[in-house]
């Protein structure tokens, strides 16, 4: 996420806090009836009750805030910026100096014995990951400003970034590399940093599997993993079939994420400003929860959990279902547990 957009967010945040403390502190000192009149007299009458007008306001802020932020996602996919106004690419695309870098168009092939990990970090350009034909690694790259891919002992490495503006009015190249992988190659570990630009692949598949979108958008039609970590920015990703056997983490920034599919283990969900969103097989009983809310939304299989600084446990077992105690997974019936965070966005759990 840009440093111009932390700062902005940081302040209107701290700014909706103290607005609303003082309000709270003005109805405490003078009482409601003074604070309705205050609001009739300041808005000539158009707001009349001021609690009710703030449950109002919040609920269409959050409308308009998710309004704005989907515009604001597909404005950064069409068009990736840098700077100060925006994801600062080459900053955060880290290149080896030590490596060769190529510029344009490039291609590649690498022996695929031995690789264990995958490390992909790619800023504003549009990347493809694909099966390769034979038993060795491909990849090419068209129209990059920057461009990197090499082993590392274990490691195979890719990092390209977009090039330069051509002109005003003429936008940039189109940057697009491809990676094509074996499909007997086992991967123990896939680390993907993707900043404006686009990553799509059929399918993805490792032991641990981190994937960090800050103003793109990526999306995976099948990923299998023992370990899940994703985090999106100001971007979107979408996991349309995921088959997760342990831990699943998600965090969401100002961006949106929809996850479907079979998630094995406890689930870590976050979102601060944007939307969360998962389907899963199974039953909402398979999960005790944990749940807390700042100013946002948590619908859980239909039902809504919302309001300031709430706070809320649902447990399923048998065992938990008199007494409060912490979670103890080996007297939890299901044996896994759902953490779900959300500040001023919205989280949907749904089950089929």
Not at 113 to 124: H, K, Q, T, V, Y
Not at 127 to 155: C, P, W
Not at 294 to 311: H, P, Q, R, V, W
Request: hydrophobic share 35%.
């Amino acid at each position: 996420m840009g440093k111009l957009i932390r700062r902005c967010l940081g302040a209107a945040f701290v700014m909706i806090l103290l607005g609303l403390g003082l309000a709270l502190g003005v109805n405490a000192v003078k009482g409601t009836e003074y604070m309705n009149d205050l609001l009739r007299r300041m808005t000539g009458g158009r707001i009349d009750g001021w609690m009710g007008s703030l449950e109002s306001g919040i609920s269409k802020g959050e409308e308009l805030l998710h309004q704005g932020i989907s515009q604001g996602e597909d404005f950064l996919e069409e068009h990736p910026m840098d700077g100060e106004t925006g994801y600062e690419i080459e900053e955060n695309v880290i290149f080896d100096e030590d490596r060769e870098t190529m510029i344009g168009d490039a291609e590649r092939e690498f022996a695929a014995e031995g690789i264990r990990e995958l490390e992909l970090e790619i800023g504003g350009c549009s990347f493809v990951l694909q099966s390769s034909e034979d038993d060795r690694i491909h990849v090419k790259a068209e129209n990059v400003g920057r461009f990197q891919a090499y082993t590392d002992q274990e490691s195979f490495c890719v990092k390209a970034i977009q090039g330069e503006v051509l002109g005003i009015g003429h936008g940039r190249q189109r940057c697009q590399v491809t990676l094509f992988l074996p499909e007997n190659l086992s991967l123990e570990e896939v680390n993907l940093e993707l900043g404006a630009g686009t990553f799509d692949a059929q399918r993805l598949e490792a032991s641990k599997i981190e994937l960090e979108v800050g103003a793109g958008a990526l999306e995976i039609e099948e990923l299998a993993a023992d370990e899940l970590f994703a985090e999106v920015g100001a971007g979107k990703m979408l996991l349309n079939q995921m088959e997760i056997s342990g831990e699943s983490n998600f965090s969401v920034g100002m961006g949106h994420f929809e996850g479907e599919g079979t998630l094995g283990g406890d689930v870590n969900g976050e979102c601060a400003m944007g939307s969360l969103a998962l389907v899963l097989d199974g039953d909402v009983s398979d999960y005790d929860y944990d749940m807390e809310c700042a100013a946002g939304t948590i619908y859980l299989d239909g039902k809504k959990y919302s309001g300031l600084a709430l706070e809320q446990e649902i447990h399923h077992s048998p065992e938990h279902h008199d007494e409060k105690d912490a979670y103890d997974a080996e007297h939890h019936a299901s044996g896994k547990r759902m953490d779900l965070e959300c500040s001023m966005g919205e989280i949907r759990v749904e089950f089929k």
